[in-house]
């Protein structure tokens, strides 16, 4: 079972739903996976923020340019106040 479906899948489907896309967000271009997520909505929209969001932590440049919203923190990163 993959890391996401421990924390939020609560089916198989959902954990296929969620492998596919991630897989589809790798093979496609950066402004694919933008309009991709631009279209969409509910948990496909989420399954697509969280697959960009692996793929750049993976060291995805390109979608990390499509995507900058969607960068890991980095440590010392944080709002003052």
């Known amino acids: 079972m993959c890391q996401y ?3 939020c899948c609560s089916t198989p489907d959902e954990c296929k739903a969620y492998r596919d896309i991630e ?3 790798g093979h496609c271009t950066p402004d694919q996976a933008w309009g ?5 909505t509910g948990s496909v929209r989420e399954n ?3 697959a960009v969001m692996k793929h750049i932590a993976q060291g995805n440049k390109a979608l990390l340019v499509a995507f900058p919203e969607l960068a ?5 990163d944080h709002e003052s106040g």
């Open 5 to 7: 479906a421990q924390q």
């Open 72 to 76: 890991p923190a980095k440590k010392g």
């Open 36 to 40: 991709m997520y631009f279209v969409s």
């Open 23 to 25: 897989e589809q967000i």
């Open 48 to 50: 697509i923020r969280r």
